[in-house]
């Protein structure tokens, strides 16, 4: 079946301009997770929903992220007046959300944003 | 500070040694995971130990969680060129299920 799809792969723009990176979950995974990849900080969290509780935004460096997941699955992350710091790959990744240590989470490609 | 400290960063070796990589925390995680990352591409799974000194063999790689469950290491027996490629460890705790990880190990094994 398919896997954990996301859009772009790659964005380019302009310090200041909001952007929208787009994520698409395996059917049926209940649980999703957005993180962010760069050269000098690794792998890090950003911001987790499970089913229809209410989502754990504690890894957000800042009130310019957000996310919502739009009927329980497709999510989307929006990042307002991008800074270069922003630059970044971000993954998605989703799970059957058993809520267990052991639940395994599915990555996406990724979309690498670059801020000029 | 990163709660999961990798080590070493960079390995560079010939084909047909070994190596091990280290993933050490003064956290105690209730499941740890090693990923590889291809160039593009996102991590993919390996394994999961969840029980202290467990063992797990992945034909030539083999994963070890400490007794404590704070820290895991990963030994590659006769490394191969495809091999080659990023190594994350990553820890999960009870809140949630989000993930911890390691500032990886990027590998490289030369024919």
């Known amino acids: 079946g398919a896997g954990v799809s996301q859009s772009p792969s790659n964005k380019v723009t302009e310090k200041g301009k909001d952007v929208e990176l787009r994520c698409d979950p395996i059917?049926?995974?209940?649980?999703l997770y957005w993180y962010r990849q760069s050269l000098g900080q690794g792998l890090e969290f950003l911001i987790y929903f499970q089913g229809n509780s209410a989502p754990d935004k504690s890894g957000l460096p800042s009130d310019r992220f957000s996310a919502e997941r739009t009927g329980g699955s497709v999510s989307t992350l929006t990042i307002q007046r991008t800074q270069q710091e922003d630059s970044a790959v971000y993954l998605c990744a989703s799970s059957l959300g058993a809520g267990r240590g052991t639940d395994t989470q599915y990555f996406g490609p990724g979309t690498r944003l670059t801020v000029l | 500070t990163q709660l999961l400290e990798q080590s070493p960063q960079f390995l560079s070796i010939q084909e047909g040694e070994n190596l091990t990589v280290y993933c050490n925390s003064s956290s105690v995680f209730s499941s740890l995971q090693w990923y590889r990352q291809e160039p593009g591409e996102g991590p993919v799974l390996l394994v999961t130990v969840v029980t202290g000194g467990e063992v797990k063999k992945l034909k030539r790689l083999t994963f070890q969680f400490g007794d404590a469950r704070k820290d895991s290491s990963l030994h590659i027996t006769a490394a191969q060129p495809g091999d080659t490629g990023l190594y994350l460890c990553a820890g999960s705790r009870n809140a949630g299920n989000m993930l911890t990880f390691g500032g990886g190990t990027r590998l490289m094994v030369k024919p």
């Open positions: 059917s049926g995974h209940t649980a």
